[in-house]
DNA sequence: ACTTGGCACTCGGTTGCGACGAGTGCCAGG
DNA sequence: CCTGGCACTCGTCGCAACCGAGTGCCAAGT
C-alpha cells in the first residue's frame, strides 16, 4: 500500500511544505528532493498518498499539503529527533545555571524553551502532588492568625494564612509547630493524610481543636486542591507566519491564558517519561484545535515532577521542537533534583 | 483658534472613530451629531483641525481619524469618566471577594480588568520597596543550610534558600531569627538597612559571620535587588479588531512579554495617586507606540503599593477604560490595606 | 507492472480598466 | 461666518483576460 517511495515522497512533502509553508507541486519536489523517480511518478504517488488521507489540495490546482494524519505519520515513522547543536547545549547551560530559586528556574526555562523552538512554551511548576514536604514552618503572625509556610523538595514553596477562632500562645504554636513537623518532615504527598490520621488522639488536648482547624488547612492546600502552576513564554511566535493562524489567532491566545487548559495540555499524557505529540485536531482542547503540541515529564526519574511543552502551528519543525524540548526537560529535571 | 465646536467636532470624531474603525467624514458626521451646522461648515472646522495637527487622513479623499494628539485632547479636555454600571460594580465585588491570597487577589484583578475593559491589563504585585516587614522566618534546612522567608504586610512573601560555610546548631538559628526578628519586625523597608545597621556588633561573636552573611542576602532580597512582579492578563483582546494591528501584533506580543518593560509602563508614573494615560508615540517604549497605556497607582494611601493600568489600541475607550481601571485600583488598594 | 512524457484542463492570483462613491478643497453668494 | 455648489481625488469594487503552477489521465516505453 505505501511502499518506501510513498514514505519518501510524504516527508519530502512535508519538509518542503514546513520550511516554504506554500503548498508542493510535483515537479519542484521531484526537483529539490533526489527522488530518483519523474514528476509524473511522483504525482501518481501523490494522488495514493491523498487517497489513504496524508496529504491535500487546498483547492485542485495547488500542490499538496500535508493532513493532520500526514504529520502523524511522519512524526512516528519518517522523523528522527534532530540532536541540538553544540550552540543550543551551550545555550541551555547557560542560561539554566545561575538561577537563584524555583520561580527563577521556571521563568529562565520557559523563555529558553520559547527562544530554541521559537513557538509558545509552557513550563508546569513542579507538582505538589508529587513531591515531598522539605518542611513545615508554622508562623504566629498574630495571636488569632498563623501562617503555614510549607516547603517541598523541589524548592515550591506554599503559604497559606489561617484565621483562627480563638488565641493563642506562642507556646502552643510552638507545640503545633512540633507535632506537625515531626510527621511531615519528609513525607511524599500521597502519605501526608495517613502521616496525620492519628494526630488529634496524640496531641494534647488542650490544642486539639486549633490543630484540627490546622490540619484541616493543611490537607486542602497540599492535598485537596493543590495548587498547580504554569508559566508560559513565546507568545508573539504565533504571529512569526501571519499564515499560520488566518483569523484563528484569537482563539489560541485565549485557550493560552486559561491555566486549566494549559495544565490539561502538559497533564493528560499516560506515559510522561517519552515525548508526546498532539496534532491538530488531536487536541481536546477547542481553541487549539489548529496547532501542534509537543510535551514531556520532567522530575529525577522521569515525569515525576510536572510537564512541559511548546505549542505551535501544525506546521512546525517536529524533530528539533521535540529535540529541543526532551533536552530541557532532562535540564530542568537534573537542575531540580540535585537543588 | 479653536473654539467650542471645533472642540466639539474634535469629540465627535474620536467618537465616531473608537466606535466604528473607520475614518469619517464631514457629512456623515454631521448627520449623526447634533451639531446644528452644515457638512462644509464641519469641513471648514476640520480642516483648522488638521492644521493643528489633531486630525489627519490616511489618504486625500478619505475621513478624518484622530492623531496622537487630537486623543490627547480628547482625553484631557473633552471627556469625562465613564462611572461604573452598577453590573461592573457587582462585577468587581464578586470577583475580588473570596480571595484567598496576594497571589489569589493580583490573578482575580487582571483578569477582571481585561474582562472589564476589553484590552490587555497589567497588574504590578505589591512592590516590596514600599511595604513593610511583618515577619521574617530563619528555617533550618540542613546543618549548612537555611531558608530565608520574608512575609510583607501585603501578603507578599519573598523566600531564599542560603548555602553557608560552616554548619550551624539549631541554636544558633535561635540566636539568629532572634536578633533579626527583633529589629526587622514591622520596619519599613527603607529603614531596613538602618535597622541592620549596628546588628553585627551587637550580637554574639559566635555566630558574628553567619550573621552578617545572611544580613548580606535580606538586604539583597529585600533592597538591593527587590523583585518586582507582574501579572498580564487579556492578550487575547489584541486581536479583537484585526484592523487596530495590521502588522504590528508581534512587537507588541514582545513588548508585553517583558517583565522590564511593563514594570516600565506602571513605574514611571510621577505622580501615583491620578490615572495616568500614555497615547501612542507618547509611549517611551518600543513596541508600544502603536498602542495607549492607561495606568493608576493603588495601595493604602494612593499608590504606595504599585501600578495597574491597561494596554490597548490608541483607538479604545479612554473615558470607560480609566474608569474601569481607577475603580478596580480602587479595591484592589481596600483590599490589600484591610488584609 | 511500473515508470514516463505528453496533453488537456482547472483554478487561484495578478493585472488592467472603468464605474462608483465617499470625501475633500475651494469659491461665490447669502 | 455659514452654506450650497462643483470639480477633483482616490480607494474600492466588479469584471474580464491572462498566466502559470499543478493536476489527472492515457498511451507508450522498459
Do not use: C, W
Not at 509552557?122 to 488569632?144: C, D, G, K, T
Not at 512540633?178 to 502521616?195: E, M, N, S, T
Not at 490539561?264 to 487549539?288: A, F, R
Request: hydrophobic letters at 45%; proline letters at 6%; charged letters at 25%.
Amino acid at each position: 500500500m505505501l511502499d518506501d517511495r510513498k514514505l519518501e515522497v510524504l516527508r519530502a512533502i512535508v519538509e518542503d511544505f514546513v520550511s516554504t509553508n506554500e503548498p508542493v507541486g510535483s515537479k519542484s519536489l521531484a526537483e529539490r528532493h533526489a527522488l530518483g523517480v519523474s514528476p509524473a511518478t511522483v504525482r501518481n504517488d501523490m494522488a495514493a498518498l491523498e487517497d489513504e488521507g496524508f496529504i491535500t489540495h487546498p483547492h485542485t490546482s495547488a500542490g499538496r499539503i500535508p493532513t493532520d494524519k500526514g504529520y502523524r505519520l511522519f512524526v512516528d515513522r519518517l522523523s528522527s529527533v534532530k540532536p541540538l547543536s553544540p550552540a543550543e547545549r551551550r545555550a541551555i547551560e547557560s542560561f539554566l545555571t545561575g538561577a537563584v530559586d524555583l520561580d527563577d528556574v521556571v521563568r529562565r526555562s520557559v523563555r529558553l524553551l520559547a527562544q530554541l523552538t521559537r513557538q509558545v512554551a509552557v513550563v508546569q511548576y513542579p507538582s505538589l502532588s508529587r513531591s515531598a514536604v522539605r518542611h513545615l514552618e508554622i508562623v504566629h503572625l498574630a495571636p488569632n492568625r498563623l501562617l503555614l509556610v510549607t516547603i517541598m523538595d523541589t524548592g515550591r514553596v506554599e503559604q497559606r494564612v489561617l484565621e483562627l477562632p480563638a488565641v493563642l500562645s506562642d507556646d502552643e504554636v510552638a507545640q503545633l509547630r512540633q507535632a506537625f513537623g515531626a510527621r511531615l518532615h519528609g513525607a511524599k504527598l500521597i502519605d501526608v493524610p495517613a502521616a496525620l490520621a492519628d494526630l488529634p488522639d496524640a496531641a494534647p488536648p488542650a490544642i486539639r481543636p486549633v490543630l484540627t482547624s490546622v490540619m484541616t488547612v493543611v490537607l486542602e492546600t497540599l492535598v485537596d486542591q493543590p495548587e498547580e502552576r504554569v508559566a508560559i513564554a513565546g507568545t508573539a511566535n504565533l504571529t512569526r507566519s501571519a499564515l499560520d493562524f488566518p483569523n484563528t489567532l484569537r482563539p489560541v491566545l485565549e485557550a493560552l491564558e486559561e491555566q486549566v487548559v494549559l495544565l490539561k495540555l502538559i497533564g493528560e499524557v499516560n506515559d510522561p517519561t517519552t515525548v508526546h505529540v498532539k496534532i491538530g485536531e488531536e487536541n481536546s482542547v477547542e481553541g487549539l484545535r489548529s496547532t501542534s503540541v509537543v510535551t514531556v515529564g520532567y522530575g529525577p526519574e522521569a515525569g515525576t515532577y510536572g510537564g512541559l511543552g511548546v505549542v505551535g502551528p501544525t506546521r512546525m519543525d517536529y524533530a528539533a521542537s521535540i529535540g529541543s524540548v526532551r533536552a530541557v526537560a532532562r535540564y530542568v529535571g537534573e537542575l531540580l533534583a540535585g537543588a
